[in-house]
């Protein structure tokens, strides 16, 4: 999928955003407006008063009790002694304390880490390679200060996988799951039994029911579903559901008409006759708005070669495609210009996905429970 | 480590603001040489970090609690920075340290007294705050800053140090011990969302509801 043309489509961005990034660049007068009016609002106070510090005597201490030398080794040897009596004793039924993860905290009945039943206001610390779950009446919070925050439904069972620095990734195996990341895009990715979500914005709602079936709801920014090559991208407002063996559908805005919706189910998971996706097609040609530019776009690489050029015809009439972009390139799936047809239609650039896909290549097939 | 060409950019001289420098590199050695004279009962070292990290913690606060209690709590973050300051274990960290203190400050804060949905209501205390500085402009500036607070957590943050504060992106990141990365899509997303709220109708591209 990748275009070889990633970098220059990237270059774009980043000189946008240059000024307001570091002052550099071609000033944008909108945020020099900001600037000079929100400016009335900078710290503007003198330094107080300090108390006076009392030294920290931590290591001037011990050499005028060199003496004591003694008596310190010999409790830190009863210490250990006590603490190595006490591993050999309840070691096997401590839970291995872990440093990365994510923390934890009870928001109503008794979610559970493990066998641990997280209780109280106290928090936990949800560790790589730990299962939290909750009941049909518990809920949980979870939050990482550098990743986001994820509010668990009830009968919710999931699993932190890894906890890098380049890649966070957890698996939902069932329930529902709300999440709300300020990581870098493309970093922060949720397996399901159908499909991975990989966060390209901020804010979505993730369903996964027992048979692996599943649907996302973007309320914020963007998000990509993907799975062995078959990818949706679902911006604000939209959803997307997923099936095993399937994978994810088209996505789509939860607005659009109900036979809008209805047939565009039918025909990413039901219909197996060609009549009877031409069928549906026409249908979801003939309801979808100039909003709905977004399935049609996603259905050009889901549509055989003759039905193609019909989803070609509606989707020009309703977002006209760049100049660079030509009916035969569109035609043949030609990588580029699909992309740019995308940006044209508003919702975000797709170089981010795009820079994602070459990074974490490896990320878009889920990773099984051990 | 040699220090990035980004960490040393000047900010639009042409404001006549406060000219800021990242300087995430030499910047940390340094906080860690004031942090172990501080300890050691320096005050002149803990007053050079208050003055290197005062304007990030009126940030943080500013970006959670009302304007006319910012300036006490950032007092009280240093003060209470200064009584913990031995328990800090990296002292390279002292910004990270310092700033979780300010965002706990402000959590207590609303814990304590304020319901959160005051915040964008809180226009007495905006004026107590503005004092004599605040001119024909107050309206506007007071609803631009409330619209920066109604963003996500992590965007109405980032974007008060940049918009208000006057730090640029590389220094927010050495200030606050977030990454390039992090602090880069914070100002991009949420300048983008501040656009959507102050111009809630622009003639762009997005596609509409309508059916053509």
């Known amino acids: 999928m990748d275009t070889g043309n990633n970098q220059t489509e990237n270059k774009p961005l980043a000189r946008r955003d240059d000024y307001l990034w570091d002052g550099s660049g071609e000033p944008d007068p909108e945020i020099q407006r900001l600037e000079a009016l929100l400016g009335r609002f900078q710290h503007d106070r003198p330094a107080p008063v300090f108390p006076d510090i009392a030294p920290d005597r931590r290591w001037a201490f011990i050499p005028g009790r060199m003496r004591l030398v003694p ?173 095993p063996k399937v994978g994810p559908g088209t996505p789509y805005f939860e607005d659009a008409s109900p036979e809008f919706r209805a047939a565009l189910a039918r025909f990413d998971f039901e219909d197996s006759r060609s009549q009877q996706r031409a069928g549906d097609l026409a249908i979801v040609l003939g309801e979808s708005r100039k909003r709905d530019a977004l399935t049609l776009w996603h259905l050009l690489t889901r549509v055989d070669e003759g039905q193609r050029v019909l989803v070609y015809d509606r989707l020009r009439e309703l977002a006209p495609p760049p100049a660079r972009v030509t009916k035969e390139g569109i035609l043949r799936l030609d990588q580029p210009m699909l992309d740019l047809w995308w940006n044209e239609l508003g919702f975000d650039d797709i170089s981010v996905w795009r820079h994602w896909e070459r990074s974490w290549a490896g990320a878009s097939t889920p990773v099984r429970e051990k | 480590m040699a220090s990035r060409p980004e960490d040393r950019v000047e900010l639009a001289p042409s404001l006549g603001r406060r000219t800021v420098r990242g300087d995430s590199s030499p910047g940390v050695s340094e906080d860690a040489m004031w942090v172990s004279a501080a300890r050691d009962g320096d005050r002149t070292a803990f007053g050079r970090l208050y003055h290197r990290y005062a304007r990030m913690v009126h940030g943080v606060l500013l970006a959670k609690v009302p304007i006319g209690e910012v300036d006490d709590l950032v007092q009280d973050a240093f003060m209470m920075a200064l009584r913990r ?42 004026y107590i705050a503005c004092g004599n500085t605040c001119g024909d402009n107050e309206g506007p500036a007071t609803e631009i800053l409330e619209a920066v607070r109604s963003l996500p957590d992590a965007y109405r943050e980032t974007l008060i140090l940049r918009l208000v504060e006057g730090m640029t992106g590389p220094e927010i990141a050495a200030r606050t011990g977030m990454t390039h990365g992090s602090v880069r899509v914070n100002l991009h997303r949420g300048m983008q969302q501040l656009r959507a709220k102050l111009n809630p109708n622009p003639s762009s591209n997005t596609p509409d509801q309508e059916t053509p």
């Open chain 2, 85 to 126: 300051l031995s328990t800090l274990r990296e002292t390279q960290s002292f910004g990270a340290w310092l700033a979780t203190i300010a965002r706990n400050l402000a959590n207590d804060y609303h814990r304590r007294s304020v319901p959160e949905d005051q915040l964008t209501d809180d226009t007495s205390d905006n």
């Open chain 1, 71 to 243: 008596v310190v080794a010999t409790t830190a040897a009863a210490v250990l002694a006590i603490a190595l009596v006490t591993f050999l004793v309840y070691g096997r039924k401590t839970v291995p304390v872990t440093v990365v993860g994510w923390d934890v905290s009870r928001v109503a009945g008794t979610p559970r880490i493990g066998s641990n039943v997280i209780s109280g206001k106290e928090t936990s610390r949800l560790g790589v390679g730990q299962i939290l779950e909750t009941d049909h009446q518990s809920r949980a919070s979870l939050r990482a200060e550098d990743i986001g925050q994820i509010e668990v439904e009830a009968s919710t069972r999931l699993r932190l996988l890894a906890m890098g620095a380049g890649l966070k990734r957890i698996a939902l195996d069932r329930g529902t799951i709300h999440t709300y990341i300020w990581a870098v895009p493309g970093q922060f990715v949720v397996d399901t039994p159908s499909a991975v979500t990989v966060d390209l914005g901020c804010a979505y709602t993730l369903q996964v029911d027992d048979s692996g079936a599943g649907l996302v709801r973007t309320s914020l920014g963007w998000v990509g579903f993907k799975l062995n090559g078959h990818e949706s991208f679902i911006p604000a407002g939209a959803a997307c559901a997923t099936k």
